[in-house]
């Protein structure tokens, strides 16, 4: 009993375009990626490959389509320079055991030699209440399909709106705390959470924070050239509590997440400590607001 939650981006522009797919063990890796290419609107007429972490051609293993996998093995072995298997003959769960994959690590996917579209994803979580021939099944989306939204070579441009009333009312740039604060004060909105705060000679402004509606919560980082929405959280038939605790959760996720991206350029290792530190001002948040419990 387990299967595994993975949010798929596009490597061009991953707070625009992502996919959550959770997917069995017992499922191949070649099962994995036609759910990624029917979620994300691409076709299967192509060669892929699926490796570590986002080393993409330098990957030291590559899972490879079995047309690919067939024509690699007429090479030279001494030549080989990665060790290579075939997609549709190790499973999900194989391939975690392989690559030694824990929570927040990542796998890259590369499809179409020519065109080289590229995506990773993270391994968000592991789910073992769920059984392991779990077929793969998108189960949280954002972006607009590549085929509706992206020209040929990967160009991206986000044109998802903020929610409202974000959209008329956030600058382009670090919004001052004060007008986040008085944000709480419109109907529709529950709580507002500053989450990365800067001391200027103007005041405090925040470059990412959380906002909670009745029915919905994000989680928005100041990228150039604008805000986004890099996680939402769906809280229809949840209560306030139910749905600021999966806010929370879901901001936990993103400094994760933000430690690892920083970790991958940088070359350094984010332990759990600056992770945690991360979280300092989300903590005092709840506190203020009478949630420190959660």
Known sequence: ???????????????????????????????????????????QGHLWFVGEDEDYWDSAVKYQ???????????????????IE??????????????????????CYLY???????????????????????PPEGVKEKGESIDDQYDALGAAESDSPL????????????????????????DGIVHVIPLLSLETGF?????????????????????????QVVEEVDGIDKTEEALLAALADAVRGWHAEIAEISGAMTGQHFDEETVEAMHVELEAELE????GHL
Not at 112 to 134: M, N, T, V
Request: aromatic share 12%; proline share 6%.
């Open 1 to 43: 009993m387990t299967a595994y939650r993975f949010r798929v981006k596009f490597d061009p522009d991953p707070t625009s375009l992502w996919r959550d797919i959770v997917v069995g063990a017992d499922r191949t890796i070649a099962e994995f990626q036609s759910a990624i290419n029917a979620e994300v609107g691409l076709d």
């Open 65 to 83: 389509c079995p047309q690919g996998y067939d024509e690699s093995l007429g090479g030279d072995p001494v030549l080989r320079t990665e060790r």
């Open 86 to 107: 075939n997609a549709d003959e190790v499973t999900i769960g194989e391939m975690t055991r392989q690559l030694g994959l824990e929570q927040y690590d990542r796998i």
């Open 112 to 134: 179409d030699y020519g065109d080289e579209w590229r995506f990773y994803a993270i391994l968000k979580e592991i789910l073992s209440d769920e059984p392991s021939d779990k």
């Open 163 to 186: 929610p409202d009333p974000l959209y008329s009312v956030l600058p382009e740039t670090a919004v001052p705390v004060a007008d986040l604060r008085e944000l709480e004060k419109r």
């Open 203 to 227: 005041g405090a402004v925040c470059e990412r924070f959380a906002i909670q509606f009745e029915e919905r919560g994000y989680v928005l980082e100041n990228f150039q050239p604008g805000w």
């Open 288 to 291: 203020r607001i009478g949630y």
